[in-house]
């Protein structure tokens, strides 16, 4: 499983970005996918996570201003960030689990695959 991160870039407070994360080398029917954020000298925390049926979970920080979505035609995981705020700079990685969990998981040590991630930076 390979997994590759786009769309992050410097945004003002308030504005919105796109990332993506395609997917390659993924056979299974049953998964979990999440997004990640790791800003300097801080933990790796959870965004937001999706199963394969389209069930997602995310954390309190985010909710109401990041949407998580799939399409599986282009085997790509979506992170629409809307309302950003200077606190949502850092690092944002992709994850896939092979074994499901509905919902997904916010536990950075659940998943088997990592992307290398791409920086969002919140300025003015």
């Known amino acids: 499983v390979q997994l590759v991160e786009s769309g992050g870039g410097l945004v003002q407070p308030g504005g919105s970005l796109r990332l993506s994360c395609a997917a390659s080398?993924?056979?299974?029917?049953?998964?979990?996918m999440g997004w990640f954020r790791q800003a300097p000298g801080k933990e790796r925390l959870g965004v937001g996570s999706t199963d394969s049926d389209g069930s997602t979970t995310y954390a309190d920080s985010v909710k109401g201003r990041f949407t998580i979505s799939q399409d599986n035609a282009k085997n790509t995981l979506y992170l629409q960030m809307n309302s950003l705020k200077p606190e949502d700079t850092a690092m944002y990685s992709c994850a896939f689990r092979r074994r499901w969990i509905r919902g997904g998981s916010l536990e950075p040590t659940m998943y088997d695959y990592w992307g290398q991630g791409t920086q969002v930076t919140v300025s003015s």
């Open positions: 080398g993924i056979i299974d029917r049953w998964y979990v």
